[in-house]
């Protein structure tokens, strides 16, 4: 016996009223004389929506769509009415450049309901690229392994080019959430382009795909991050969010000009990046203890360490969410914000402007906070007023290009800052890097041995309390296999590797005499904290990560 479904049947009809709806406006666009346009599968600038309120927008029946500078995208129901007319006449006094498009009532249906973001989301020179439809919650369902990305899209490929651009792009951005990359590359070569997701900090090839594509891609992407179309010749920096159901993600555009072709690397910011607890990020119980005393302090600065993308911004917001009460004033110095924090003040520097970290340190001070995030130490100047911030009852976090802890003190003598006051500002210097964890369902254990057994008996040797040595076993290692969940790359997620240097008696005494690392290091002996080898090497041991990719990150010949 056949079954009716209902459900079914109310869906099929509806997709036949839109299609039909559909069809009738790409009809009448030609009597009118203005292109239809299709708006389902069409980015909407935020930032364009502005230019109408909302209540005009539903009484003339248009809606503005994108902005770039002067020039507007605006969509009609009836593009040859009187209230359509007046409504673009209003556009052309206020110095504006319209071009009217014919859609269906549906269309403006989707432009007027993101009007409902305006009511939180924040001036930007960019739009948001609406993807929170059903279609593309769909492709993310989809998206378990790698090659799926790559079937996705090369079916797509053989679609109609109108179509298929803004399908690409919206499967990328889909498959990379999906997939949790950090970062998509697009890179042109001589005959193709390569397409690349950052995977737990390794980047991964995707596939292959044709220039001409690539090119309409492109000019797609520029669209949506706000970018000009028509410049080729130097680096172009932009942004775009996307909507997954209620979490809004931001999108980072870095164009690049090359010999083949501008490189493109889209930087995917999800809120659950940040969040990650300051108990889970990898820290030694131990250290841990010592930093919950340092981070509860009122006064003093607590600095982070370690290369690009070893996940000092995350160890620093976890500090912030840690001691973030709503009796507390907290005010952030970034560039750019990368996620925004509920309850936390946070102003962006302007590299090009006169903004820089140090105006905007004097300028948080003037509002009396008791906690302030600097992004980055860089410079003489940011690097004295953070100094006397922390010298004056504030709380001051911040990072420093360095790699060991130790070379935190050199570092700040080189910007300038005076060595006897060091000491009385600063309070922890903590450096880290990021390895990726291998997956629990399929790594292996395997016997360690030669040279592998070599360096972890010199790093355990270097642990002068045997209490971190209590319970860790010394003969096997573990190595990735790969399995479906972990997308046969053998490790699943990434964890923190830290060491740290605390201030005191020691350590006062050391900076006077212009110090290197290595005489910082023999000052800190004495605190018995693990250093970012022998951190590691336990970790290896406890089956966390693997040797090789210790030593991916960090130099162990020295170990």
């Known amino acids: 016996m056949v079954e009716f479904d209902e459900t079914k049947s109310d869906e099929r009809t509806e997709m036949l009223k839109r299609q039909e709806e559909e069809s009738l406006a ?15 599968a069409h980015p909407i600038n935020i930032d364009a929506l502005r230019v109408i309120k909302e209540e005009d927008a539903r009484s003339n029946e248009i809606a503005v769509f994108n902005i770039t500078d002067k020039k507007l995208d605006v969509a009609a129901l009836s593009p040859s009415s009187d209230k359509t007319a007046a409504a673009m006449a209003e556009l052309e006094g206020r110095g504006y450049v319209p071009t009217l498009y014919m859609v269906s009532h549906a269309s403006l249906q989707k432009v007027w309901d993101r009007y409902k973001d305006l009511s939180y989301s924040f001036e930007t020179n960019a739009g948001a690229l609406d993807i929170s439809n059903q279609e593309i919650l769909d492709v993310m369902k989809k998206v378990t392994t790698l090659a799926d990305i790559e079937k996705l899209i090369t079916e797509v490929l053989s679609m109609k080019k109108a179509y298929r651009i803004s399908k690409i792009l919206e499967i990328i951005l889909a498959g990379g959430v999906a997939l949790k990359a ?25 596939l292959h795909f044709d220039k001409e594509t690539f090119e309409l891609l492109l000019s797609r992407i520029k669209l949506v991050s706000n970018l000009k179309l028509n410049t080729k010749g130097k680096a172009q920096d932009g942004r775009f969010s996307i909507k997954l159901g209620d979490e809004e993600i931001e999108v980072r555009t870095s164009l690049l000009p090359g010999p083949n072709d501008e490189s493109v690397v889209l930087r995917v910011l999800t809120p659950e990046a940040i969040s990650v607890p300051l108990e889970e990020l990898g820290i030694h119980p131990r250290l841990l203890e010592v930093l919950m005393k340092e981070v509860v302090k009122p006064n003093g600065m607590i600095l982070t360490t370690g290369p690009t993308g070893s996940g000092k911004t995350t160890t620093l917001y ?101 060595p006897k006051i060091i000491s009385s500002a600063l309070n922890v210097a903590i450096a880290q890097r990021l390895v990726r964890k291998l997956c629990d369902t399929c790594k292996k254990e395997v016997l360690l041995e030669g040279k592998q057994k070599e360096i972890v008996d010199r790093a355990l040797a270097g642990i002068t309390d045997p209490t971190y040595l209590e319970g860790i076993q010394r003969e096997k290692s573990f190595e990735p296999v790969g399995c479906e969940a972990c997308h046969n790359l053998g490790f699943k997620g990434r964890i923190g590797v830290y060491e740290a240097v605390l201030v005191d008696a020691n350590i006062e005494k050391a900076v ?8 910082i290091e023999s000052a800190a002996k004495p605190q018995h904290l693990l250093n970012l080898a022998e951190d590691g090497i336990l970790k290896v041991l406890k089956g966390e990560t693997s040797l090789p990719e210790l030593a991916r990150v960090l130099d162990l010949s020295s170990v």
Do not use: C, W
Request: aromatic residues 6%; proline residues 5%.
């Open 512 to 519: 006077i005499d212009n110090p290197s690392e290595r005489d």
């Open 26 to 40: 790409s009809m009448m666009s030609s009597r009118h004389g203005v292109p239809y346009l299709d708006l389902s």
């Open 182 to 206: 950090s970062d998509i590359h697009l890179e042109p070569e001589e005959d193709n382009v390569r397409l690349r997701f950052r995977l737990d900090g390794v980047l991964t090839d995707i």
């Open 318 to 418: 976890a500090f912030l969410r840690k001691i973030y009460t709503p009796d507390i004033k907290v005010i952030t110095i970034e560039n750019p914000i990368e996620y925004h924090l509920d309850g936390i003040v946070q102003t962006q520097t302007d590299s090009e402007g006169d903004y820089t970290f140090a105006e905007g340190l004097r300028s948080a001070l003037r509002q009396d906070p008791d906690v302030i995030m600097v992004g980055e130490i860089r410079d003489n100047e940011t690097a004295e007023v953070a100094v006397n911030a922390a010298l004056t009852g504030h709380l001051v976090l911040s990072t420093l290009h360095t790699n060991t802890a130790a070379g935190s003190f050199p570092r700040l003598i080189d910007l300038g800052v005076n």
